[in-house]
């Protein structure tokens, strides 16, 4: 039922690496006709965006506790966006979303996303 499909959540150790990907079930459903974003949500906390990539892969923004340590791209013929994230801290743990919309925003602003994944279950423990 869902739109999108996240995988390659886990368990990984502090300063560890995962690579999650962001995937249409329905291959008439085109991710590259989108912004995509990445969001997280920890227990008891809200929602926070995480990283996003335009239609075009031109425009990618991070949040300031993730620069450096994830990168956003996008596979158009695969028809997937890939989160690469190393350097994994606990403060990382959480269940992460995928999201796309018709427009870019670095603001993160939830409304603007039509589509959803289910999300996938980031823990960083040792």
């Known amino acids: 039922q869902p739109q999108l499909v996240e995988s390659g959540g886990g368990l990984v150790q502090p300063g560890g690496s995962l690579r999650l990907s962001c995937a249409a079930p329905?291959?008439?459903?085109?991710?590259?006709?989108?912004?995509v974003g990445w969001f997280r949500q920890a227990p008891g906390k809200k929602r926070e965006g995480v990283s996003c990539?335009?239609?075009?892969?031109?425009?990618?923004d991070y949040v300031d506790s993730v620069k450096g340590r994830f990168t956003i791209s996008r596979d158009n013929v695969k028809n997937t966006v890939t989160l690469q994230m190393n350097n994994l801290k606990p403060e990382d743990t959480a269940v992460y979303y995928c999201?796309?919309?018709?427009?870019?925003?670095?603001?993160?602003?939830?409304?603007?996303?039509?589509?959803w994944g289910q999300g996938t279950q980031v823990t960083v423990s040792s």
């Open positions: 329905d291959s008439g459903f085109r991710l590259d006709r989108y912004a």
């Open positions: 990539i335009s239609q075009s892969g031109l425009s990618i």
């Open positions: 999201a796309a919309g018709p427009w870019f925003s670095s603001e993160y602003w939830e409304d603007e996303y039509t589509y």
